[in-house]
Nanobody, 120 residues
Framework: VQLVESGGASVQAGGSLTLSCVASRNMKSMGWFRRAPGREREAVAGIDYFGSTLYALSVKDRSLISQDKDKKTMYLRMDSLTPDDTAMYYC???????????????????WGQGTQVTVS
């Protein structure tokens, strides 16, 4: 399975952006994770094949994860960005249902290369 992220950019605080992750085939579970310099990887949001979603508390009220199965693409829109959102964002996928494990990085076998988001 190949995952390709895009949409990372340098944006000003308060701005918005949308990240995309194209998969080589439709997956049962997909998620966004991020890693900032000097910090551990953290979950951002996850979505399953049926559209159920989970969000990390840090982004819950200002983010929207979605998918387009025809395009095999997952999206993450984030609003009200702050410098704390600066990180490399990674797409992850699994071809089995994760349910409550959508935000558990260790459960995902497939990962993309990442796309950089910088907020200043």
């Amino acid at each position: 399975v190949q995952l390709v992220e895009s949409g990372g950019a340098s944006v000003q605080a308060g701005g918005s952006l949308t990240l995309s992750c194209v998969a080589s085939r439709n997956m049962k579970s997909m998620g966004w994770f991020r890693r900032a310099p000097g910090r551990e990887r953290e979950a951002v949001a996850g979505i399953d094949y049926f559209g159920s979603t989970l969000y990390a508390l840090s982004v819950k009220d200002r983010s929207l994860i979605s998918q387009d199965k025809d395009k095999k693409t997952m999206y993450l829109r984030m609003d009200s960005l702050t410098p704390d959102d600066t990180a490399m964002y990674y797409c992850a996928a699994a071809d089995f249902a994760l349910a409550a494990g959508l935000l558990s990085a260790e459960k995902y076998p497939y990962w993309g290369q990442g796309t950089q988001v910088t907020v200043s």
